[in-house]
């Protein structure tokens, strides 16, 4: 391991300490670097006698950096932390994480301890910031969406999201996360049964189509809003546009697909769903064999 080698470590700190090094050899052996080892062997015995203390933050800090995604160090950091909270520069705590760089960007790890950073600070305009920054990078970035999502679930901060969605979808009308965060954003706000907020939405839809009609991230969502909404005229509406569009766009999967979620067990389904498995989709036969079963049987 090459770049564990950059890594600095004073073993001075600690001399107090025996460290714990892993004896017992694994099945399949790790050649791990010598500082890898020497570093482990501190932080577990820190560990094992439960240290709160500015120096097993620091060491906390090097296993962090040899391996971003151990569990253990993040949570014994964060007890650290809890430990000397009101005392420790938070600023510094986010330098950290940034300074590890863009590798962890898919981290579970590191953005759970984002989580606990921002409950501290409350400044969530500086987390939908950060969260922009990285989607414009990466707009499919699963981890940073859930984030936002935490974020505007922790601090009620979602009117501003319907704006920012539109603004991702225009540039990736295929991004199913930005068409999903929509989604969730119109149920935070409780407007999947707002008629005016509904006829903007199908605005959306019908716009998104037209550029690129065979999109399932937009038929999913049309899906999802019929089925959530009760608006008994947007019901219909979505009724009678699917009705047109398997008639329009006959080689389009997904209308099909969203005919027969909408009106489920029709015969008209059972033709659709035939045609699906036999001709349109065959990669998913086993799928609609499955789905003829299920609304024969309705």
């Given at each position: 391991?090459?770049?564990?080698?950059?890594?600095?470590?004073?073993?001075?700190?600690?001399?107090?300490?025996?460290p714990?090094?892993?004896?017992?050899?694994p099945?399949?052996?790790?050649?791990?670097?010598?500082?890898?080892?020497?570093?482990?062997?501190?932080?577990?015995?820190?560990?094992?006698?439960?240290?709160?203390?500015?120096?097993?933050?620091?060491?906390?800090?090097?296993?962090?950096?040899?391996?971003?995604?151990?569990?253990?160090?993040?949570?014994?950091r964060?007890?650290?932390?809890?430990?000397?909270?009101?005392?420790?520069?938070?600023?510094?705590?986010?330098?950290?994480?940034?300074?590890?760089?863009?590798?962890?960007?898919?981290?579970?790890q590191?953005?759970?301890?984002?989580?606990?950073?921002?409950?501290?600070?409350?400044?969530y305009?500086?987390?939908?910031?950060?969260?922009?920054?990285?989607?414009?990078?990466?707009?499919?970035?699963?981890?940073?969406?859930?984030?936002?999502?935490?974020?505007?679930?922790?601090?009620?901060?979602?009117?501003?999201?319907?704006?920012?969605?539109?603004?991702?979808?225009?540039?990736?009308?295929?991004n199913?996360?930005?068409?999903?965060?929509?989604?969730y954003?119109?149920?935070?706000?409780?407007?999947?049964?707002?008629?005016?907020?509904?006829?903007?939405?199908?605005?959306?839809?019908?716009?998104?189509?037209?550029?690129?009609?065979?999109?399932?991230?937009?038929?999913?969502?049309?899906?999802?809003?019929?089925?959530?909404?009760?608006?008994?005229?947007?019901?219909?509406?979505?009724?009678?546009?699917?009705?047109?569009?398997?008639?329009?766009?006959?080689?389009?999967?997904?209308?099909?697909?969203?005919?027969?979620?909408?009106?489920?067990?029709?015969?008209?389904?059972?033709?659709?769903?035939?045609?699906?498995?036999?001709?349109?989709?065959?990669?998913?036969?086993?799928?609609?064999?499955?789905?003829?079963?299920?609304?024969?049987?309705?």
């Open positions: 391991m090459e770049e564990d080698e950059e890594i600095t470590f004073d073993p001075t700190k600690y001399s107090d300490i025996e714990i090094y892993c004896t017992t050899p099945v399949c052996s790790i050649n791990y670097s010598k500082i890898f080892k020497e570093v482990m062997g501190y932080y577990r015995a820190l560990m094992a006698k439960g240290e709160l203390s500015e120096r097993a933050l620091e060491i906390t800090g090097k296993v962090i950096e040899m391996n971003s995604a151990d569990y253990s160090a993040w949570y014994y964060r007890r650290i932390l809890k430990k000397i909270e009101g005392t420790f520069d938070i600023n510094k705590e986010y330098e950290f994480i940034e300074d590890l760089g863009d590798s962890i960007c898919k981290n579970y590191v953005w759970g301890h984002r989580q606990y950073l921002v409950g501290l600070t409350g400044n305009l500086k987390e939908l910031d950060f969260t922009d920054k990285m989607l414009e990078d990466d707009n499919k970035n699963y981890h940073c969406w859930s984030h936002r999502v935490w974020v505007c679930n922790k601090f009620n901060c979602w009117v501003g999201e319907l704006a920012y969605t539109q603004k991702m979808i225009e540039k990736d009308i295929r199913n996360s930005a068409w999903s965060h929509r989604f954003t119109l149920k935070s706000l409780n407007l999947l049964n707002d008629l005016n907020q509904l006829k903007g939405e199908f605005n959306v839809i019908e716009k998104s189509l037209h550029q690129s009609s065979n999109n399932e991230a937009v038929w999913t969502y049309l899906t999802g809003l019929y089925e959530n909404s009760q608006n008994i005229e947007f019901k219909r509406e979505c009724e009678s546009f699917v009705e047109r569009m398997i008639t329009e766009r006959q080689f389009c999967v997904y209308a099909k697909m969203a005919y027969v979620n909408i009106f489920k067990s029709s015969q008209k389904c059972i033709e659709l769903v035939l045609e699906l498995r036999d001709r349109l989709d065959l990669a998913h036969q086993s799928y609609w064999d499955w789905y003829l079963t299920k609304i024969t049987n309705h």
